[in-house]
């Protein structure tokens, strides 16, 4: 999808209660699939809903790494131990890890991103 399309789609259908009608309509549908699919799509609605959390997403490698450390941390900005949909967290020092979920804080330390493949320890 052209990213001008989408923007405009975006306007209209983001953070919206939207009536069925509108969810099951072609347009809506090719709107959800450009996120998933569209990567200059997604970069873009993740950056405008980073930017308005007030998220520093511009010091990562990439969006899907942003979005996902933005989603392992709380309303103070701590991170969420032990949340089953956390899949990455992100230390000050620019250590990187996955959460093993068994209770603990157990972490495997990771030295590359998993989506975009950028060395993540200096
Ligand atoms: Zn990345």
Redesign the pocket.
């Given at each position: 999808m052209e990213l001008e399309k989408f923007k405009g789609l975006h306007v209209r259908f983001f953070g919206k209660e939207l009536p069925e009608e509108v969810t099951a309509s072609e347009e809506y549908e090719a709107y959800v699939d450009a996120i998933h699919e569209d990567e200059a799509c997604y970069n873009w609605a993740t950056a405008e809903k980073l930017k308005s959390k007030g998220f520093d997403y511009e010091s990562?490698?990439?969006m899907?790494?942003a979005d996902k450390v933005y989603g392992s941390l709380d309303e103070d900005g701590e991170i969420k131990y032990d949340e089953p949909e956390v899949i990455i967290n992100k230390w000050d020092e620019d250590l990187y890890g996955i959460p093993v979920h068994n209770g603990s804080a157990t972490m495997v330390v990771i030295n590359y991103?998993p989506?975009?493949g950028?060395k993540l320890s200096a």
């Open positions: 990562f490698c990439c899907m790494m991103c989506w975009c950028t």
